[in-house]
């Protein structure tokens, strides 16, 4: 006698089906932009002294700023905003305005900082270029938020289209355990008495 073996299709990938998930409200991705966007621009303010060793302090803040923007937008569209995806170009660029606006923020502060005081010592600098990438970003999480991140915020959730990928982002079926079917023929037939 041969035993039929019944095969389920399940999803693999996302739980929900391959669709994005719904964007956390205005507190949450508040909460997570300072911990992504703070924790960078720590590591930032401290690399960009180090790098004002061997280049102009206004280069070193350029290439900080483009560095520590590339990282954090990929951040904020995994965790600050959760679109499922990595940012892409599109944002990428979208996101560079402000990152502009944070460039010319911290250096106009510092410039003013040694214009006043020409023999500030790292301690203020730090001090005065940390509350200048503050104020700028809690400009550019607005910026973000409303604009470059602003797509599902109506509550609901958009189907993931993978651009790589010439068949879309349809869920892959997937093959359920062989040992999760077993008895199933026997559930079948009655019971002796």
Not at 103 to 118: D, F, G, N, R, S
Not at 134 to 139: I, P, S, T
Not at 160 to 176: D, F, K, Y
Request: contains cysteine.
């Amino acid at each position: 006698m041969s035993a039929s073996r019944h095969v389920e299709v399940i999803a693999i990938g996302k739980p929900d089906g391959g669709r994005v998930p719904v964007a956390p409200g205005p507190l949450a991705s508040f909460v997570r932009f300072v911990l992504c966007g703070g924790g960078v621009g720590l590591l930032a303010s401290a690399a960009v002294p180090m790098a004002a060793e061997v280049m102009p302090w206004t280069m070193a803040n350029a290439l900080i700023t483009v560095v520590s923007t590339l990282l954090c937008t990929e951040l904020h569209a995994l965790i600050t905003f959760r679109t499922g995806r990595p940012a892409g170009w599109r944002r990428h660029l979208q996101s560079a305005g402000s990152a502009t606006a944070s460039y010319a923020v911290t250096t106009a502060a510092v410039l003013v900082l040694h214009a006043v005081q020409p023999t500030a010592g790292g301690l203020l600098e730090q001090a005065v270029y940390l509350g200048a990438a503050g104020l700028a970003g809690v400009g550019r999480f607005l910026v973000l938020r409303l604009f470059v991140f602003a797509d599902g915020r109506d509550g609901t959730t958009e189907p993931e289209v993978n651009s790589r990928m010439p068949w879309g982002s349809h869920p892959a079926p997937a093959l359920r355990p062989p040992h999760a079917g077993r008895g199933l023929e026997r559930a079948d037939r009655p019971v002796p008495a």
